[in-house]
């Protein structure tokens, strides 16, 4: 199961903010942005254009509702996708009665409508919050409701008032100056793109504030509950216990890796932690059994760069050193001649001839060996030696003709 990115309760506010603002910008969220922004051009259609207006103000509350409920459970990542509901057409329900009622109170009571804007700026992240863990619309619209929230953030609730008065002002701001720079074919996703941004980071940090005060609502956080349940923090308990034991017990502590390193899927801190204790009691062979099984894991895992950190570390200690499994040896081989290391690249090939002299790749490696040879001209013979052998022995492989295009090279060099 692939690791559960979590937030940490104990992070400071600040930190939990800029986190905040790169949150619409990183994994699932970002295409939703994207969908949401680019979807609001369905509402240029005469005629279907409002209610599709509307559809898709309710997708995106409905997706930032999952976002205020994802992170509230402790996921640092955004979700993949909403878990349908009605929590979506309910705040557009709100937010079109707030502005009906803003309009209606500024038509009749000259100067009023501040108090309708400031009634929203108080409840509808309460209302948000109860919706999203909720999911009752009648409990989220309860004022009580709201008032039981505000209680359990405390003073901190003012930061979400302060929030909600802030994007209302940029989104207020930035339509109109769009729409003065840029024709509304290019203005409309602007907007649309600070307004989606707006809600997402904004849904996001409620979720985020709730999860730092989790007692409070009476939420155990999935997302820890899943992680210890997949021992995603045993290694980092085992290596705690690792490095506390190895000062005065070294042995010990290599045992109590061992078993972890028997599967396949110890990661790169469980290696590492075993090769230094292995280091300090001067086990070179140890380390070198081991570096040729972790290189082969590595490899297996798609890793060969950090296997070839391992050939290297292995060989400082042997120079004579090379894996002995051939698709290690020979990726590395093909790795060590992309990445320049033509020594290295050379003592893989030779010993890969040696070693595995009737496996079909021979000529692929030979013929690299041959063309890292013939960069010298003091190598010059010991390239053609081999590429006659290789000529002699696999005649009807496909390389034959490159093998005979690099013996003319050498025979005639520019």
Known sequence: ????????????????????????LIGSALPALTAFTLAHYLGLLPGAGWFLELVVWAATYLYALECLGHSANGYALPPEFAEPGHGG????????WSTLLTLAVKLNFDGGAWMVTLLMAVSLP???????????????????????????????????????????????????????????????????????????????????????RHENFGL??????LAREIHQDADQLLLDEVAALAPEQPQAALELLVPRLRDHAAPAPVHGAYRQLLQRQGLTDALLVHGQIWMAALIAQGESRRALGVLQECCSINASFFPDDPRTCGELADLAVRLGMSRLALHLCRNYLVQWPRDTRVPHYGLLAARLLGEHADQHAEAAQLLNQLAAVWPDHPLHADIDTQRQRLANPA
Do not use: C, K
Not at 167 to 185: D, K, N
Not at 220 to 225: C, D, E, G, N, R
């Open 1 to 24: 199961m692939p690791r559960i990115e979590l937030l940490d309760p104990h992070v400071p506010l600040s930190q939990q903010l800029l986190s905040a603002l790169r949150y619409p």
């Open 89 to 96: 057409w309910a705040l557009v329900a709100i937010l079109l």
């Open 126 to 212: 309460a209302i948000a919050m109860s919706l999203a863990l909720d999911g009752s619309v009648g409990h989220a619209l309860n004022p009580l409701t709201w008032i039981q929230v505000m209680s359990r953030f405390g003073s901190s609730y003012l930061l979400l008032i302060g929030v909600q008065v802030l994007i209302a002002l940029i989104v207020g701001a930035a339509q109109p100056a769009f729409e003065h720079v840029l024709p509304r074919v290019f203005s409309l996703p602007l907007f649309y793109l600070v307004a989606n941004y707006a809600t997402l980071f904004n849904f996001h940090l409620m979720g985020t504030l709730i999860h730092q």
């Open 220 to 225: 155990q956080p999935q997302a820890h509950v």
